[in-house]
């Protein structure tokens, strides 16, 4: 019996499957990465990745990613404090995970403002006890911007 090319190609296929392991493999993903509770000199980031895996932050002023903070334990769920940030600088971060596999991956990279004027401004106000009209005026000052 006479087997074209095409026969035997498709022969080599399912030999392959059947005699070859086959592995799939799964990649580390990070989402959700995001940065909260910024004061003059801290900030928090977080993020999550799909398996247990460590924890770094590479950051820094103007893009410049020359600080990290690191957590070797493994976790889906991250958190870092970044400490010693200069008050009212714009940082850049990109959150880091690493798998027991040492697969590696990244966050997108992203910015935040450090401190500022993190203080709410007070505002005194006298609100008379009766009132004859439908609206009250109230006049005041804030702290120059």
């Not at 989402?31 to 590479?58: C, F, G, P, Q």
């Amino acid at each position: 019996m006479k087997k074209t090319l095409a026969q035997i190609t498709a022969l080599f296929c399912i030999e392959l499957i059947i005699l070859f392991p086959f592995y799939t493999v799964n990649a580390l993903t990070v989402s959700n990465a995001k940065v909260a509770d910024v004061t003059e000199n801290s900030a928090i980031v977080s993020w999550l990745t799909d398996e247990n895996s460590t924890s770094i932050v590479h950051y820094g002023i103007n893009d410049i990613l020359n600080q990290s903070e690191e957590n070797e334990s493994f976790a889906t769920n991250h958190t870092i404090m970044l400490r010693q940030l200069v008050n009212d600088k714009e940082y850049s971060f990109v959150a880091s995970s690493c798998d027991k596999e040492n697969n590696c991956t990244n966050s997108t990279r992203q910015n935040f403002t450090s401190g500022g004027d993190v203080t709410p401004p007070e505002l005194t106000v006298i609100i008379p006890e009766f009132v004859n009209t439908g609206t009250i005026n109230i006049i005041g000052a804030t702290e120059p911007f």
